[in-house]
């Protein structure tokens, strides 16, 4: 947990700066395991470079990658919108608004490599956003916690 870290509710949120780090780990051509984190030097930002001080200095533009952070940030926020949950559609499954069509079941598809055309000639009523928001949402997984309805339990006659 770093220290910009803090919890809402049971929830956790993440400072912009946070979230460009996790980005840019995620976007490196190598795993970057503790050790080797602890090992590389100290991160440092200088206007819009980061600037990796140690046994071999790495320099990366930070421009480009805080506008693609952004861009998934306004995709998600936006897609978020247009999900609804209602126990009479699908059970509960969150799904797009105005559809049947599950939001996880349309982002495990796109998880596993179908194209977003294919994805859209099978769901018209989605957009390209759509796809992207649901693999976003795949990507989070699910959300901890007790199912939603409870068991009821019915004695036999026997």
């Not at 247009?82 to 499954?93: A, H, Q, W, Y």
Request: with cysteine; glycine share 8%.
């Amino acid at each position: 947990m770093t220290s910009s870290m803090c919890r809402a509710g049971r929830r956790r949120w993440f400072s912009p700066r946070d979230v460009v780090y996790f980005f840019l780990v995620n976007e490196l051509p190598i795993a970057l395991d503790k050790s080797l984190r602890k090992r590389a030097g100290r991160w440092r930002r200088e206007a819009h470079r980061l600037l990796l001080e140690g046994d071999v200095p790495v320099v990366l533009p930070m421009d480009d990658v805080v506008k693609r952070v952004e861009e998934r940030i306004e995709t998600f926020l936006r897609g978020r919108t247009r999900v609804v949950s209602r126990p009479e559609i699908l059970g509960g499954e969150p799904v797009f608004e105005g559809t049947r069509i599950s939001v996880r079941f349309v982002g495990e598809r796109a998880r596993k490599g179908e194209s977003v055309a294919v994805l859209l000639d099978d769901y018209p009523a989605l957009s390209t956003e759509d796809v992207e928001f649901a693999r976003m949402f795949v990507a989070l997984g699910r959300p901890p916690g007790r199912l939603r309805k409870k068991l009821k339990f019915v004695r036999g006659d026997g």
